[in-house]
T-cell receptor
Framework: NAGVMQNPRHLVRRRGQEARLRCSPM?????VYWYRQLPEEGLKFMVY????????ESGMPKERFSAEFPKEGPSILRIQQVVRGDSAAYFC??????????????FGSGTRLTVV | AQTVTQSQPEMSVQEAETVTLSCTYD???????LFWYKQPPSRQMILVIR??????QNATENRFSVNFQKAAKSFSLKISDSQLGDTAMYFC???????????FGKGTRLSVIA
């Protein structure tokens, strides 16, 4: 029973390029959350998705950032035209639809994005 | 909006000793959950312990226990018999009732010294 899988683990992009981060939730989990962790900071919520739906994107910057969770395949967090300030660790967490309060969230190991 | 405050950026403890990490939070909600997560150098976020606000009894998981003071909005983590493997960042987190995002504190870096 694989946990939450995120790839790549490390990603280096030049300023102006696009970054695509992937997250495959745990088997049976239909809810996905993306968080961003800046150096020496806690995790900050970005977006909450269910299959084919964005439920809450209140933590996501309005420009350059987008997220999707298609019917088939992993959830994707896309950052267009990256800037140095986008350098951070991006975490994905998943939960079961009806058991988040009992089982909590399961986190992936994160993708560390470095913009050079 | 909810906020979570961890006032101790760094702490250290001798192996086998006990250490307490502080966490306070601010919310107008009555039903909620509180969590402590551990983040070792591997970066993996590991759930250490959770507490339901409607439960008066403090949660315990082996060497980890919490002191939950609802009126004071305080949620401290006690680690007994500290081990070298406990060295990590520890994050306190809040979640409203239902399937809602976690709100994290800034973390406490704990070093266990041999």
């Amino acid at each position: 029973n694989a946990g939450v899988m995120q790839n790549p683990r490390h990603l280096v992009r030049r300023r102006g390029q696009e970054a695509r981060l992937r997250c495959s939730p745990m088997k049976g989990h239909s809810h996905v959350y993306w968080y961003r962790q800046l150096p020496e900071e806690g995790l900050k919520f970005m977006v909450y998705l269910q299959k084919e739906n964005i439920i809450d994107e209140s933590g996501m910057p309005k420009e350059r950032f987008s997220a999707e969770f298609p019917k088939e395949g992993p959830s994707i967090l896309r950052i267009q035209q990256v800037v140095r300030g986008d350098s951070a660790a991006y975490f994905c967490a998943s939960s079961h639809r009806d058991r988040v309060t009992e089982d909590g969230y399961t986190f992936g190991s994160g993708t560390r994005l470095t913009v050079v | 909006a909810q906020t979570v405050t961890q006032s101790q950026p760094e702490m250290s403890v001798q192996e086998a000793e006990t250490v307490t990490l502080s966490c306070t939070y601010d919310t107008s909600e009555n039903n909620y959950y509180l969590f402590w997560y551990k983040q070792p150098p591997s970066r993996q976020m590991i759930l250490v312990i959770r507490q339901e606000a409607y439960k008066q009894q403090n949660a315990t998981e082996n060497r980890f226990s919490v002191n939950f003071q609802k009126a004071a909005k305080s949620f401290s983590l006690k680690i007994s018999d500290s081990q070298l493997g406990d060295t990590a960042m520890y994050f306190c987190a809040f979640m409203k009732w239902g399937n809602t995002p976690l709100v994290f504190g800034k973390g406490t870096r704990l070093s266990v010294i041999a």
